[in-house]
């Protein structure tokens, strides 16, 4: 299993990024796929789920409205869109495959003016 991030960088605050997922090495369309983020001096948190079946999604409260994940299982790629970012989401994302206990090597995301 291997999951490669892209797509941070430095946005100013309210700004947006699209932060990408490519998976490989298992059927991605069977499997729920997350986005997790940690912040100097802080633990890693979820900050997004969607499920395979249904495409259903779950979100956590500090990013609901904000932020949308999506997949593309023709490109498996899970993909995270970041709007109305604030200098709090400054922190390092990651994606994971939970099922497999994957990470991927994550990609900076800094707000700031």
């Known amino acids: 299993v291997q999951l490669v991030e892209s797509g941070g960088g430095l946005v100013q605050p309210g700004g947006s990024l699209r932060l990408s997922c490519a998976a490989s090495?298992?059927?991605?369309?069977?499997?729920?796929m997350s986005w997790y983020r940690q912040a100097p001096g802080k633990e890693r948190e979820l900050v997004a789920t969607?499920?395979?079946?249904?495409?259903?999604?779950n979100y956590a409260d500090s990013v609901k409205g904000r932020f949308t994940i999506s997949r593309d299982n023709a490109k498996s790629t899970v993909y995270l869109h970041m709007n109305s970012l604030k200098p709090e989401d400054t922190a390092v994302y990651y994606c994971?495959?939970?099922?497999?206990?994957?990470w991927g090597q994550g990609t900076q995301v800094t707000v700031s003016s």
């Open positions: 969607i499920v395979s079946f249904d495409g259903s999604r």
């Open positions: 090495g298992f059927t991605f369309s069977n499997y729920r």
């Open positions: 994971s495959a939970p099922r497999f206990g994957a």
